[in-house]
């Protein structure tokens, strides 16, 4: 079983950068793709960036450029910079564990792990 431990989340000032990190208890495989999600209060959960096997990047329109996604042997990791109120969310990362797609900064996938999430505000 795989538990996944979002962190780095917090508030900040428009304009500042944020950390977001999320580290994998248990075994994740490589074969598919990882992601972060967020969800506004009163809004979908929508995919913000994803990263897919051969490490190629996918991001939401609303965050190119601003936000950029990575992973190493220690987790998955989202830089967030040059924030902007709309932004302010619960950040989610997500590791599928079967077959996986990226669309426009989406991971998609049918199975799969989710961690709890990370508050970020944005003021």
């Known amino acids: 079983h795989v538990q996944l431990v979002e962190s780095g989340g917090g508030s900040v000032q428009a304009g500042g950068s944020l950390r977001l990190s999320c580290a994998a208890s248990g075994y994740v495989s490589n074969r598919y793709c990882m992601g972060w999600f967020r969800q506004g209060s009163g809004k979908e959960r929508d995919g913000v960036a994803a990263?897919?096997?051969?490490?190629s990047t996918s991001y939401a329109d609303s965050v190119k450029g601003r936000f950029t996604v990575s992973k190493d042997s220690g987790g998955l990791y989202l830089q967030m910079d040059s924030l902007k109120p709309e932004d302010t969310a619960m950040y989610y990362c997500a590791v599928a564990s079967g077959p996986s797609r990226v669309d426009t900064g989406t991971c998609l996938f049918l199975d799969g792990y989710w961690g709890q999430g990370t508050q970020v505000t944005v003021s």
């Open positions: 990263i897919d096997s051969d490490g």
